[in-house]
């Protein structure tokens, strides 16, 4: 089983729509999740950090945490073409405190 | 110059030269990162550094080799690379190495071996 698993996609969603990305792990003391955008032949941008349980908001994006069920999402709000991109689902776990695992991404296209 | 800083962008060697990649870090973080991403596949760590001090050699092959001179600069020293070690090597940076200091990431060299 893979450290973290996300569909490699495409996803396909229309400008305007919300796009929904998931990512599941193996790992259940891992404390600390982020997001990170990467574009094509661009290095990786953080957008989200959470640590806790719950929803997390910013600006158009949301991280939902839920750490019983090991999962972790990213909603995007009113998708724009400028979304378009691969988001990668970083976790970084207690027993490997400064290891940082991703999953191989998700890539999104937003059509106008 | 802010954030994090790497070069060359694009770089092309043959299997026999030695070349050196160079990163620096704007952000006064005390931990340093290499990363490789080939196509398709997740990010692997390569090389952490802590204050300068190597805490992870993640299985690396020895055609790779890191240096941390401080805390704002870390290069990867290469030769007799293969064909397969093409791929993007970023370097990442964060504040602290355990708890959840965030890394952020340069803009990447673009390795092609020939």
């Known amino acids: 089983q893979k450290e973290v698993e996300q569909n490699s996609g495409p996803l396909s969603v229309p400008e305007g729509a919300i796009a929904s990305l998931n990512c599941t792990y193996s790992d259940r003391v891992s404390q600390s999740f982020f997001w990170y955008r990467q574009y094509s032949g661009k290095s990786p941008e953080l957008i989200m950090s959470i640590y806790s349980n719950g929803d997390k908001e910013d600006g158009r994006f949301t991280a939902q945490l839920n750490k019983a069920s090991q999962y972790v999402s990213l909603l995007i709000r009113d998708s724009q073409p400028s979304d378009s991109a691969t988001y990668l689902c970083a976790l970084r776990s207690t027993l490997n405190d400064y290891k940082l695992s991703f999953g191989a991404g998700t890539t999104v296209t937003v059509r106008a | 110059e802010t954030g994090v800083t790497q070069t060359p962008r694009h770089l092309v060697m043959g299997m026999t030269n030695k070349k050196s990649l160079k990163c620096e870090q704007h952000l006064g973080h005390n931990a340093m990162y290499w990363y490789k991403q080939s196509a398709k596949k997740p990010l692997e760590l390569m090389f952490v550094y802590n204050f300068k001090e190597q805490t992870e050699n993640n299985s690396v092959p020895s055609r790779f080799s890191p240096e941390c001179p401080n805390s704002s600069h870390l290069f990867l020293h290469l030769h007799t690379l293969q064909p397969e070690d093409s791929a993007l090597y970023l370097c990442?940076?964060?504040?602290?190495?355990?708890?959840?200091?965030?890394?952020?990431f340069g803009p990447g060299t673009r390795l092609t071996v020939t």
């Open positions: 990442a940076s964060s504040e602290r190495l355990a708890g959840g200091y965030e890394q952020y």
